[in-house]
Each structure stands twice: as structure tokens, then as C-alpha cells.
């Protein structure tokens, strides 16, 4: 103790000591702002979590400090702002200083503008113009020659994009925002007029603006309701809380396109995103594996600009400033990869943030531990203030600031070759190319694949002739994107297949991502260097289809092919009042084969309109249908259009966003409900026809049921004083659950003919409650896998939930559920006809094989069984067994299987497969009238898995014909 105790003085003494020489504030000659200055050293806990940096604030006469804007300084306990004011200090700083200005980047999912403030020396901001056209020239070196590139690199400068506030309750970076432009834009000394002078400092305060306003209003809540428990941030976003950070592959979200549309705009060469978690401050490297697609001059300029700040601040005495740990460095789902993807840096903090803008004693856990790769690390229990945050944010910040200054040739140089290095890819490492062929039934989905890689800034050409590529004969039309582009690197990157080594440091997030699988569409990966001579044009805009119904004349009914394609589905609900039939197996009509689960529009039972409508509707949503003269000799049955609801808790919303967000793509209309609407609506089949119930974080099934608990109400709603609550839905009291009345309701529900769909950790709901007994939850043993794309099998063809797919599936899986299903699932695990037999351990050892029968020496031989008897199971508890049998044994069906074990792995970490092979995925339990369908699998992860999402609109639009296609079983009537 005393040890220690001495040590901290030392360094106390030391830092003092340094920080004396080093102070602007002690020896600068300009002013400075004395108030400011002694409130920054009364909020900062310990003068090691200052630097020489910001342990003062330069007055100026004509440029607003925050204090004289928002009233108080920043970082003051107890003090955060919304978004507005946040962008009103921005602007009134822009007002005053000619070294400052502020664009608007767009709006956010619930309408609120997300700014970019660009920093700088007045003569940089005057030309900001020709920056960009010098970084947008160096991006493309297929326009330049080195010779220019030389001389652009001169012209130029650098841009550090610095970005705050996407997960919103690591709240103090926008604060820290503020008072950084106000320093950058007053600060003279040399220190800041070098970095103004050498590059632009572009800023966006809060990425998540609807979250950040939302949490403020929770924090303030708060303040004001001590007594109560605290009120959780039930939404950030309109739809995702923290995976709003997870969206730069899928790119669904407002915020990430318009980070993206920013980058195109600036380019910049630094993407910096600010976030709050690990003591103290933590600058993005990571363990590794790193992401295999990234030029390696990327990830050594992480370890650069990591090691430049953590060298600074550790010479000035800060404890906690390291690098290595933390995150792997693999996935690119991360918001900075919109800088990644395009040979930009991009790269994070996470310092230690708190609960708002509170002062409090807090603990670090192990990451007080000393490591190589942390040899000054965070104390082991430190007074923490909300000053403290942006003192070590902002202070790093601007060493890195100032290391790209001091190198911004260099790091021009870097940007350019990389861009060059891209170009160079397809003739280098290769591959030379993707093609995506031409594939009958799926040009929207793979429209879908290339309007996103175009979206991603990836140059898409399409073959004007038939050509051959290795022996393969791909068609006119095919898609083929050439890697000798600015961009290769983001097109092999998101096509191209992950290997996650078992051995290798614990994932961060997903492990697979490959989009060729997941969008259920085929990939070519193409070496062959000639791939770049065949003919082709490029694509210049989005990938419209034009869809359009053939042989209209005389047809008494149309058929559109079921391929799944996902805007099928919308077209049911487009042309809701128009009778439809599903055919239940495959057929041939007008010599053209369709698919199980074809769509059948007969005129004869629809109003006369209905070819007009249908007609509209095919060639806007791109669908072909085919007239024909007679109704194809195929059963089938009414293709429904449900009442859909989601449901969701108050316990976690994130993962149902995703599905709120693809049913809004689509523009399918669902109710969205709570858990406490189900306990509460004891009719809710008169309501509606589907339940779909999507992940729930840390959600057990107890948990679901029981719900937040609490004494007072909790009410999550917007109101005069707190405008920013509330949001997709709203409630006096989030407190409580499904309740066991719920479960009942439920119950009800799926009897009288509804279908209820829990989907990965929400299967146990139905499970631990009885609703099912054939289908169990078991714990992995071996299995180690997380965020990875495997080969799914269709296990039952007949099944209305596999119409229109092909035998098998790229599938999202994390890791759980692994179910169980039939009389194993019913036990508990006993093989009861094992056990009632005595027969465990198979046949005796003896002549033949395990088929072939042994056969006893000296006596006549005799088949070991006999008609009437069972199998092992003596005849005398047959029919007792019975008593005891789950009454859903016979009727479950498994309608998704993992592949085998060698087949398994597409995409990510997978170790002990074998405990997955041939399991359920997908399981579908008749219930009365209705049925339960069991999803492990994730069928609408992060706007990824678009080619899974037919598992689930099949589910809906045959809610009331799942068991068409089922063998009856024996005992059934
Ligand atoms: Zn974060």
C-alpha cells in the first residue's frame, strides 16, 4: 500500500514538474481564458489526466467559447447537451471565425441533420474546393500520372475526419467536440498553427443524433427521479441501439449512408471515430486476426498513429493509454470502415466514459493489469470525472492531429499508393476479378448484390457477349467486377470467403460476411487475368429490373416462379385483395418449369381490374408473370396475406430493428407490440394472424416472462419535459413481462390457427413453458463458433417455409440455439427405447456386419425380429410408453438442417462442428390450428442475410396451410 502510495507521489511530482515546462498556459504569450482555465482544473480529479494541452483554455475576442454559448464549460459535472445545441454552438463558432465551417451531412433516420464542421487555416478553408478535388484525383490513380500525383501531393492536405456520439451513451465526445474546434480555430501557437496549416480537421459531433437526444432525456430523467430506477435507453436509433455501428456492410441505416456520401465527398485520409468503454483510453490496433483485405500499409499506420499518442501521453505522465487489446481487427462492419474499404485509415478510441456526466469512484478489472503490451496501465481504482474523459480524449486527439501534420506528405504518399496498390490488385495478388452470372429467376436479388456494391463506391461492368472463363460459360448480362479499380479491395472483401482460425484470440463480432451466400446468389471468384479482356460496359446507375407479364392474350390465370426473391413477398401484400393461390409442388406450364410455392392469380375468381393491377404491380416490382390458357394441373392452395405483428420487450430492442427495418424496405405493413400487449389482449388471434418474435439480447425465457421489475411505474413516452422518449413505440410503465398470462394468451393464440415464430434465444420461451415438448434446447459441449455464415440443408421439400429455394443455404448462425428435436428432445436426452430395451450399446460382437445379423452356432437360425414386435421396446410397455409420448412427436417437422460437418463452414470460426451436423435450423410444430416455427438460425441479421428472408415470408403468406405437403402419420386423423 505504502508502495504504492509512495510511487503515485513520485509521479504526481513528476507530472507536475513536466508539466510545468511544458504548459503554453504558464509561458505562452497569448491570453488566456482564466475562468475557463481554473473551472477545466477544478472538474479534472487528478492532474495526471491533464496535458499541457488542455489545462487551459486561449481566450478570444471574437470567437465564442462553449462556456459563453451553453453557460457552462465543457465537461462539467452534470451538464450534457442535445444534438441542437450542440450544432448551434458549431455554427455560432463558424460565424466568428473565418477558419471555421459547418455543412450539413444529412438527415438521420427521424429527420435530425448530422453536421460536418471543417477546421483550418483561413487560406486551407478558402480552397477546400481544390482539396477535394486533389484528394478525389489521388483516390483514382487511374487519372493521374505519379509525376502529377507528386504535385498534387504538395498542393494538398490531409483530412482527419474526426467522428463523436455514435453509440449514445458514450456521450462525453460531442462535448469534447466543441471545445476542440473552439481551440483549433483560436489556438496560435505553433503547435496549433502547424496542424491548421497542414491539414483540415473535418468533425462530426454526434453521428447517432437521434439517440443522443434520446439519451439525454434519460439522463436528465434521471437527475430528477433519484428515488427511481433507472430509466434504460429502450431506443437509440429509430431502429438499432449500438449495432447502429455495425451497418457499414449492409448500409440500411440513414447515419451510414451518410457517412459514406462524406467520405465520396472529402476522402478523407483519417477516419476517427470516438467511443467510451475501456479505462482510460484505449486507440484502436487490436489482437488480430486483422482483416486480410486491408493493405498491410493500413494496419501499419494503425500501429503508427496508436503508438504516436500512447508515446506523448505517456511521456507526460498519463496512466492508461495503451493499445494491442480490446478488439480483433477483423470484421468490416464497423461505421469506420467507410474509410477502410477505400485505402483510407480508419480507426477508434474508447476511453473511459461513465454514466453521463457524473463524478464518481470507479474500478478497472483487469485492464489495470500490466501487459507488454500495457506497461503503464490504468490504476486500479481511480476518482473519475466527466472532465477527466474529454481532458484524454482531446489531448490525444490533437498528438494525433499534430503526427499527420508533421507527416502529411507522407501520409498523402500512403493514400495515393494504396489507391494505386488497389488498382493494381487484380494483376498482383489478384483475384483478377468477381463475376456474378446472370441467373434466371434472381436478377433482382442480384440486382440487389450490385447496386450495394455500387453504393459501396465499387465499379460494376456487365459482359455484352456470351464469354467462357475457365472452361465456364457465363452469359451476356453477367456481371463482372474487374479489380484493377480504385476499389477492389471493398468488392473482395465483401465477396470473398473468411477463415477464422479456432486458435485465434476470441472474436469480436462476426467472424463471416461473405455477401454471395447471404444474399443466396452465386459468386465467381476469377484469378484468370483474362477475365479483364472480355467485352463489357460499365454500370453507371442503380440496377432498375423492369418487370413484365408475357402472353397476356387469352389467359385465364398467370404464374409468377417462386425463386425467393424478397420482393415477391412485397408484391402479395401490393396486390393484397387479389385472390392468389401457392402451388405445393413443382410444374411445368408453357414449357417453363416453376418452382414449388409458384404464385397461381386465376381471373376467373378475381375482379376484372385485376390483369391491370397485376400488370403494374410486376413491371414496378421487376417480376415476370406468365399468361396461361388453362390452370395448371397442380395442387395448391390460398396464398394469405396475415396480420403480422413484432413483438418486442423493454428489455432490449436492438435486434427486432433489423426486422422493423426489412419489413419497412419492403413496405410491408405489422403491427409492433410488446410483451405487455400480448399479457394484456386475451383475443389476440381476433387481432392478428402472425407473431414473430426476433432476438432478444441476454433474453431468457424467465426473463421474458417476468420482464424489468421495479416498485413505480417506468414510463418510456415522450412528454413536455423529456420530448426525445418514446420513439417506434411508447408505454406509462415498461415494467413486467409476458406473464404466465401471457404465455397462456399465446397459447391461445397458436390454437385457434396463428403462428407464432421466436427466432435464436426466444425458442426457449415456447420450450420451458410447454408449449412443445418434441423440440428441446441442448448446451454445446465442443461447438465453437460465433457470427459465421454455414451451409444449411433444406430438410423437407414439401414444406411451404422451403418454397422457391434450391437444396441448400448460406445461413448467419452465432452460436446458439443448438436444438434438439423428437424423442430425445421429449426425454430430456434418454434414448428411452435404449433404455427400456437394455440395448444401448448396439449388436453383440459376432459374425457380419452392423446390418448383416450374427447367427448363433448349433441351432437353426432365426431372424432376430418378428412380426408384432417393436423394435427394442418390449410389447408390454408400448402401450404404456404411450401415456408418456409428447403429443407433437409425430407431427413436428424439421425443414432446415446444418449440413454435414465437412460441408458446414462458408464464412467465419467454426470448431466441433460435429455437434452441429444435421441439427435442426429450422423446426415447424403444429400446435391446434396453428403452429410454432423454431428458428436458430438469424434469417434477418444487420440487412444481411437477405437471401434468408424467404424462410420466413413463406412462413407468413402459408400461416394456415403449414401442413400442406406433410405425411399424415399413422395415428393421425
Ligand atoms: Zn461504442
Not at 186 to 195: A, N, Y
Not at 321 to 329: A, I, K, L, P, S
Not at 534 to 558: H, S, W, Y
Request: aromatic share 10%; hydrophobic share 40%; net charge positive.
Amino acid at each position: 500500500m505504502s508502495c504504492h502510495f509512495k510511487t503515485l507521489v513520485r509521479l504526481i511530482l513528476v507530472i507536475f514538474i513536466s508539466s510545468f515546462f511544458l504548459s503554453p498556459a504558464l509561458f505562452s504569450t497569448h491570453k488566456i481564458d482564466k475562468e475557463y482555465t481554473q473551472k477545466i482544473l477544478d472538474y479534472t480529479t487528478e492532474k495526471f489526466f491533464l496535458t499541457e494541452l488542455v489545462d487551459h483554455l486561449p481566450a478570444s475576442e471574437t470567437v465564442p467559447s462553449p462556456q459563453k454559448v451553453l453557460g457552462t464549460i465543457i465537461g462539467a459535472p452534470n451538464i450534457l447537451h442535445y444534438t441542437a445545441e450542440i450544432n448551434k454552438y458549431m455554427e455560432a463558432v463558424a460565424e466568428a471565425s473565418p477558419r471555421v465551417e459547418v455543412f450539413s451531412i444529412g438527415l438521420s433516420d427521424e429527420g435530425k441533420e448530422m453536421i460536418a464542421v471543417a477546421v483550418s487555416d483561413e487560406k486551407n478553408i478558402q480552397r477546400i474546393k481544390r482539396i477535394k478535388e486533389i484528394l478525389a484525383l489521388l483516390a483514382d490513380p487511374r487519372q493521374i500520372k505519379d509525376s502529377q500525383a507528386e504535385i498534387l501531393i504538395k498542393e494538398g492536405v490531409p483530412i482527419y475526419w474526426i467522428t463523436g456520439a455514435m453509440h449514445s451513451p458514450e456521450c462525453g465526445s460531442p462535448e469534447m467536440l466543441m471545445e476542440l474546434v473552439y481551440r483549433l480555430a483560436v489556438d496560435d501557437s505553433d503547435f496549433f498553427q502547424t496542424i491548421r496549416h497542414n491539414m483540415i480537421i473535418l468533425i462530426t459531433p454526434v453521428l447517432e443524433v437521434d439517440g443522443r437526444d434520446r439519451y439525454v432525456d434519460t439522463y436528465l430523467y434521471k437527475k430528477e427521479h433519484k428515488d427511481k430506477k433507472t430509466l434504460p435507453l429502450v431506443y437509440w436509433g429509430n431502429y438499432v441501439g449500438h449495432d447502429n455501428n455495425r451497418d457499414a456492410i449492409g448500409l440500411a441505416l440513414k447515419l451510414s449512408e451518410n457517412i459514406l456520401k462524406t467520405y465520396f465527398e472529402w476522402h478523407p485520409t483519417v477516419m476517427h471515430d470516438l467511443h467510451e468503454s475501456v479505462p482510460f483510453l484505449y486507440t484502436s490496433t487490436g489482437t488480430g486476426p486483422y482483416n486480410a483485405w486491408l493493405d498491410p500499409i493500413t494496419i501499419n499506420e494503425w500501429q503508427e498513429l496508436a503508438y504516436a499518442e500512447i508515446s506523448e501521453m505517456t511521456k507526460r505522465g498519463v496512466p492508461g493509454v495503451w493499445t494491442h487489446g480490446f478488439f480483433d481487427g477483423w470484421a468490416p462492419s464497423y461505421s469506420i470502415y467507410a474509410a477502410m474499404l477505400h485505402n483510407s485509415v480508419g480507426r477508434f478510441y474508447e476511453t473511459f466514459g461513465g454514466t453521463g456526466a457524473d463524478t464518481l469512484v470507479r474500478t478497472v478489472g483487469a485492464q489495470s493489469k500490466r501487459a507488454w503490451y500495457r506497461p503503464n496501465p490504468p490504476l486500479k481504482a481511480v476518482k473519475w470525472s466527466f472532465r477527466n474523459n474529454v481532458n484524454l480524449q482531446q489531448s490525444a486527439l490533437l498528438f494525433a492531429l499534430k503526427h499527420v501534420a508533421d507527416n502529411q506528405i507522407k501520409f498523402l504518399k500512403e493514400f495515393y499508393l494504396k489507391s494505386k496498390r488497389s488498382v493494381a490488385k487484380a494483376t498482383t495478388e489478384g483475384p483478377a476479378a468477381w463475376i456474378i452470372p446472370k441467373e434466371e429467376g434472381k436478377f433482382l436479388a442480384v440486382a440487389d448484390l450490385v447496386n450495394l456494391l455500387r453504393k459501396h463506391g465499387v465499379e460494376v461492368c456487365q459482359a455484352t457477349k456470351d464469354f467462357t472463363i475457365n472452361k465456364e460459360k457465363y452469359p451476356s448480362g453477367s456481371y463482372i467486377i474487374r479489380l484493377d479499380q480504385p476499389y477492389s479491395r471493398c468488392a473482395d472483401m465483401l465477396l470473398d470467403t473468411q477463415y477464422y482460425n479456432p486458435n485465434d484470440p476470441r472474436p469480436y463480432d462476426d467472424t463471416g460476411w461473405t455477401l454471395g451466400p447471404l444474399f443466396n446468389i452465386k459468386t465467381v471468384r476469377i484469378m484468370n487475368q483474362k477475365i479483364l479482356d472480355v467485352p463489357m460496359t460499365l454500370v453507371t446507375q442503380d440496377v432498375k429490373i423492369k418487370g413484365k407479364v408475357i402472353r397476356e392474350k387469352n389467359a385465364i390465370c398467370f404464374v409468377i416462379n417462386h425463386t425467393t426473391q424478397n420482393p415477391l413477398f412485397k408484391f402479395r401484400y401490393q396486390l393484397k385483395d387479389i385472390k392468389m393461390l401457392a402451388a405445393e409442388t413443382s410444374f411445368k406450364a408453357a414449357e417453363k418449369k416453376f418452382r414449388a410455392g409458384s404464385f397461381i392469380i386465376p381471373l376467373q375468381s378475381n375482379p376484372p381490374q385485376t390483369v391491370d393491377h397485376l400488370k403494374k404491380a410486376v413491371e414496378e416490382i421487376g417480376l415476370v408473370a406468365y399468361g396461361l390458357k388453362s390452370i395448371p394441373k397442380v395442387k395448391s392452395h390460398n396464398l394469405a396475406v396475415p396480420r403480422i405483428a413484432i413483438l418486442h420487450t423493454w428489455l432490449s430492442t436492438q435486434n427486432e430493428g433489423w426486422y422493423r427495418l426489412a419489413f419497412e424496405k419492403l413496405d410491408i405493413p405489422y403491427s409492433y407490440i410488446s410483451l405487455q400487449d400480448i399479457r394484456d389482449t386475451e383475443d389476440l388471434k381476433s387481432k392478428y394472424d402472425v407473431i414473430l418474435f426476433p432476438p432478444v439480447m441476454f433474453g431468457k425465457a424467465q426473463r421474458i416472462v417476468n420482464g424489468i421489475s421495479g416498485d413505480s411505474p417506468l414510463p418510456w413516452k415522450k412528454s413536455d419535459k423529456y420530448p426525445n422518449l418514446g420513439g417506434p413505440d411508447s408505454t406509462d410503465d415498461i415494467r413486467g413481462g409476458i406473464e404466465l398470462q401471457g404465455i397462456l394468451h399465446l397459447q391461445q393464440f397458436i390454437k385457434k390457427g396463428g403462428l407464432f415464430i421466436p427466432i435464436t434465444s426466444n425458442v426457449s420461451l415456447p420450450i420451458d413453458y410447454g408449449l412443445v415438448e418434441s423440440v428441446a434446447v441442448v448446451k454445446p459441449k465442443k461447438l465453437k463458433t460465433a457470427g459465421a455464415i454455414l451451409r444449411a440443408r433444406i430438410s423437407d421439400r414439401t414444406s411451404p417455409i422451403t418454397y422457391g429455394y434450391g437444396p441448400e443455404l448460406g445461413v448467419h448462425f452465432n452460436g446458439a440455439p443448438l436444438l434438439e428435436t423428437g424423442i430425445k428432445a421429449a426425454t430430456g436426452g434418454i434414448d428411452i427405447e435404449a433404455l427400456i430395451s437394455g440395448d444401448s450399446k448396439g449388436r453383440a460382437s459376432g459374425r457380419g456386419s452392423l446390418k448383416d445379423p450374427d447367427v448363433i452356432q448349433g441351432r437353426p437360425y432365426k431372424p432376430p425380429k418378428i412380426k408384432g414386435a417393436g423394435t427394442g421396446i418390449p410389447a408390454e410397455y408400448r402401450e404404456m410408453l404411450k401415456l408418456f409420448m409428447p403429443p407433437d412427436l409425430a407431427k413436428i417437422r424439421v425443414v432446415l438442417r446444418f449440413d454435414r460437418q465437412e460441408k458446414l463452414l462458408i464464412s467465419g470460426l467454426l470448431a466441433g462442428g460435429e455437434e452441429l451436423q444435421n441439427r435442426a435450423a429450422v423446426v415447424d410444430v403444429p400446435l391446434g390450428k396453428g403452429h410454432i416455427i423454431f428458428f436458430a438460425i438469424n434469417p434477418m441479421w444487420r440487412f444481411e442475410t437477405k437471401g434468408s428472408f424467404f424462410l420466413l415470408f413463406n412462413a407468413f403468406l402459408n400461416y394456415d396451410n403449414l401442413d400442406a405437403g406433410r405425411p399424415k402419420p399413422k395415428n393421425e386423423k
